[in-house]
Structure formats: C-alpha cells, structure tokens
C-alpha cells in the first residue's frame, strides 16, 4: 500500500504561485489513478485534478488554465503548480491514490490519502 506525504503549502498574496509536492512511498505510482482535492471550510471536498495511469491527466474547471498536474514515476513523486492564486484557492490540499487496472478512476475509488497541507490565499 502506498503511503502519501504532501509540502509546499503556505501563504501567498492573489495572484502569486505555489507548487505543491506528494511523495509515495511504499508502491511505485505506476500503478495508482492519483488526484489532488481541496477543502475549504464548510465546503465539500473537491477533485482539482487527475492523472490516469498511463499518465494523462485532467483539471477541473475551477482551475483550468491556473493549475497543472504532473507526475514522476521515477522519483513517486505528484506536483501540483498552482498559479494565478485566488483567495476561493484557500483550502487545505490533498493527494489520493487508487490502485486501478482502469485508465481512470472515479472519485470514490481513491482510498488512500495524505494528511494535506494547507494553502492561505489573502486578497
């Protein structure tokens, strides 16, 4: 089973960038659908975006343009690169895995998460 870290979370002014790291450890993610969440207070949680495991990805159309999601399978690692920061960005952050025979997967197939990290946007 892989086990998920995330860093980069922090502070930064609207309109600012942060990139955001999850290291695996445990598996390799050649294996795994792998996704970026967000939640902010008194919200739902949200998929940002998503990457196959041929490694094509998505973004959801909350961060379409700002936002890009890659993988590297050598190093198990899954960025996030968070551009053109709005104060809605603020949330805390999350990396989930799935381990998946399937191109992609659904929402409730991830089942195994990192602790998150936080991201504060201030306007």
């Known amino acids: 089973q892989v086990q998920l870290v995330e860093s980069g979370g922090g502070s930064v002014q609207a309109g600012g960038s942060l990139r955001l790291s999850c290291a695996a450890s445990?598996?390799?993610?050649?294996?795994?659908?792998l996704a970026w969440f967000r939640q902010a207070p008194g919200k739902e949680r949200e998929r940002l975006a998503s990457?196959?495991?041929?490694?094509?990805?998505r973004l959801s159309d909350s961060v379409e343009g700002r936002f890009t999601v890659s993988r590297d399978v050598a190093k198990n690692t899954l960025s996030l690169q968070m551009n053109s920061l709005k104060a809605e960005d603020t949330a805390m952050y999350s990396c989930?895995?799935?381990?998946?025979?399937?191109?992609?997967?659904?929402?409730?197939?991830?089942?195994?998460w990192g602790l998150g990290t936080q991201v504060s946007v201030a306007s």
């Open positions: 445990g598996s390799t993610f050649s294996d795994y659908c």
């Open positions: 990457v196959g495991i041929l490694g094509h990805t």
């Open positions: 989930a895995a799935a381990r998946s025979t399937n191109l992609w997967c659904d929402r409730a197939d991830y089942n195994t």
